[in-house]
């Protein structure tokens, strides 16, 4: 004769287990929340992207004053367009050079890239932003900061220039 109470109690014991289980995963899974409740509300806690930007303010701070690397942190090239920006009117919104051809922090020329207005810092940054990017894909990136000082023998060491500043950000 078979011994059945043998077989009943192997089921038992997987049921047991099986049990134990379910009744490990829905502890953890409340803890889960319960851990997520106790955790500060995401809006509370700096974003991947708000402390990169904190950080690369910081840096460009370094070549520029407070106001300017703020806005210059949003950009595309941010610590670029510091460089040169710093190297082109040394943080300078109202220069003007080149015998009037190249306006601004930036010294962009209008003839090539549309008026600037002096007073308008966040116009010129836009502006600038949207030039150097427009260069980085018709040039790619090196080239594209050789080309903001335009393609003659003295971009060379321009680009080098701005690009020794990107480095020490």
């Given at each position: 004769?078979?011994?059945?109470?043998?077989?009943?109690?192997?089921?038992?014991k997987?049921?047991?287990?099986?049990?134990?289980?379910?009744?490990?995963?829905?502890?953890?899974?409340?803890?889960?929340v319960?851990?997520?409740?106790?955790?500060p509300?995401?809006?509370?806690?700096?974003?991947?992207?708000?402390?990169?930007?904190?950080?690369?303010?910081?840096?460009?701070?370094?070549?520029?004053?407070?106001?300017?690397?703020?806005?210059?942190?949003?950009?595309?090239?941010?610590?670029?367009?510091?460089?040169?920006?710093?190297?082109?009117?040394?943080?300078?919104?109202?220069?003007?050079?080149?015998?009037?051809?190249?306006?601004?922090?930036?010294?962009?020329?209008?003839?090539?890239w549309g008026?600037?207005?002096?007073?308008?810092?966040?116009?010129?940054?836009?502006?600038?932003?949207a030039v150097?990017?427009?260069?980085?894909?018709?040039?790619?990136?090196?080239?594209?900061?050789?080309?903001?000082?335009?393609?003659?023998?003295?971009?060379?060491?321009?680009?080098?220039?701005?690009?020794?500043?990107?480095?020490?950000?």
């Open positions: 004769m078979r011994d059945y109470k043998h077989i009943y109690s192997d089921k038992l997987k049921r047991d287990t099986s049990r134990a289980v379910v009744l490990l995963v829905a502890f953890v899974a409340m803890m889960g319960v851990g997520a409740v106790e955790q509300p995401v809006a509370d806690q700096p974003t991947v992207k708000a402390v990169a930007k904190s950080a690369t303010q910081e840096s460009i701070e370094k070549l520029l004053p407070v106001h300017q690397a703020a806005l210059i942190a949003g950009t595309s090239y941010p610590k670029t367009l510091a460089a040169i920006a710093h190297t082109e009117s040394r943080g300078d919104q109202r220069a003007i050079g080149d015998g009037g051809k190249s306006l601004g922090l930036f010294q962009i020329q209008p003839a090539h008026r600037v207005d002096l007073d308008d810092l966040e116009q010129q940054v836009a502006k600038a932003d150097f990017c427009t260069l980085v894909k018709q040039y790619g990136y090196r080239e594209a900061v050789r080309r903001w000082n335009g393609d003659g023998k003295a971009s060379r060491k321009y680009q080098q220039v701005v690009l020794a500043k990107v480095a020490g950000l």
